[in-house]
């Protein structure tokens, strides 16, 4: 199994930043894919960026420009540096790992609160 330990959230205004990171420990080998995803109240779960092993990544149109996700693929540790935030960006942040031998697994979540 694999355990995703986040850190990071908090509150910040409109236009600052914040950089969340995710440790991953356990059977952290065949971890393929590393990532953020958020959920607001009343929505769905979104991707908003995910990182392969060998660095390729994509982000959801909302973040590109703004959001930077990077790997230490050595440590399994993932960052988000979350720069321009904007009100919208509040969410709950969920790091993700999806491995080869044992599929998803999800963090506890870090609250992101972005004020206008």
């Known amino acids: 199994q694999v355990q995703l330990v986040e850190s990071g959230g908090g509150v910040v205004q409109a236009g600052g930043s914040l950089r969340l990171s995710c440790a991953a420990s356990g059977s952290t080998f065949n971890i393929a894919l590393m990532g953020w995803f958020r959920q607001a109240p009343g929505k769905e779960r979104e991707l908003v960026a995910r990182?392969?092993?060998?660095?390729?990544?994509n982000y959801a149109d909302s973040v590109k420009g703004r959001f930077t996700i990077s790997m230490d693929n050595a440590k399994k540790t993932v960052h988000l540096q979350m720069n321009s935030l904007k009100p919208e960006d509040t969410s709950v942040y969920y790091c993700?790992?999806?491995?080869?031998?044992?599929?998803?697994?999800w963090g506890q979540g870090t609250q992101v609160t972005v004020s206008s």
């Open positions: 993700n790992a999806w491995a080869t031998t044992s599929g998803n697994h």
């Open positions: 990182i392969d092993v060998s660095g390729g990544t």
